[in-house]
T-cell receptor
Framework: DAKTTQPTSMDCAEGRAANLPCNHS???????VYWYRQIHSQGPQYIIH???NNETNEMASLIITEDRKSSTLILPHATLRDTAVYYC????????????FGSGTQLTVLP | ETGVTQSPTHLIKTRGQQVTLRCSSQ?????VSWYQQALGQGPQFIFQ???????GRGNFPPRFSGLQFPNYSSELNVNALELDDSALYLC???????????????FGPGTRLTVL
């Protein structure tokens, strides 16, 4: 699975959009981009995934660049409850067995 | 629909002891994965079970073992506990092995193990 690079930490004002970047320059054609988040002392929570088209669900939007070497997770109206560690993971849709978590980005939403 | 549950929530053991952690997968999910998360780090894959068979293993020694039962619930056993085994142990279930949607792993709240 391709390696990802994320900033260690970010702050965002409550009510504003939070844009979390992820670099995955070695991604291959059959690999998807997944985002999970982990609120303190809880299990990780699936947010969204995509291959090459932008995706949106009730939690967030995922923007993937045309060359697929980077992506951005967007939380359109961040709340204090969105404070968490956000993990960007790249993996194939085949029989890959595990999620490979990096260090993630600590997002702190400020009142 | 019941989510992934784990028991116990917290556990304290001493070095050299053995521990068993339990996980009930989400309804309809036949695949269970276990992860270890040390403080301040991302989760690390231990192993995965699919239809009662081990289906992949991370870089963990044989004293970490597991089982999956016909109802797809699972156990993680750790023998000869070491201080470094202190961590949050997470269980995740998913509806299958392949396909992008199958990678949507659903995590339980974890078991916090402390080894003294």
């Amino acid at each position: 699975d391709a390696k990802t690079t994320q900033p260690t930490s970010m702050d965002c004002a409550e009510g504003r959009a939070a844009n979390l970047p992820c670099n995955h320059s070695t991604i291959s054609g059959n690999e998807y981009v997944y985002w999970y988040r982990q609120i303190h002392s809880q299990g990780p929570q699936y947010i969204i995934h995509g291959l090459k088209n932008n995706e949106t669900n009730e939690m967030a939007s995922l923007i993937i660049t045309e060359d697929r070497k980077s992506s951005t997770l967007i939380l359109p109206h961040a709340t204090l409850r969105d404070t968490a560690v956000y993990y960007c993971i790249v993996r194939s849709s085949g029989s890959a067995r595990q999620l490979t978590f990096g260090s993630g980005t600590q997002l702190t939403v400020l009142p | 629909e019941t989510g992934v549950t784990q028991s116990p929530t917290h556990l304290i053991k001493t070095r050299g002891q053995q521990v068993t952690l339990r996980c009930s997968s989400q309804s309809g999910h036949n695949t269970v994965s276990w992860y270890q998360q040390a403080l301040g780090q991302g989760p690390q894959f231990i192993f995965q079970y699919y239809r009662e068979e081990e289906n992949g293993r991370g870089n963990f020694p044989p004293r970490f073992s597991g089982l999956q039962f016909p109802n797809y619930s699972s156990e993680l056993n750790v023998n000869a506990l070491e201080l470094d085994d202190s961590a949050l142990y997470l269980c995740a279930s998913s509806p299958g092995l392949a396909g992008a949607k199958m990678n949507e792993q659903f995590f339980g709240p974890g078991t916090r193990l402390t080894v003294l």
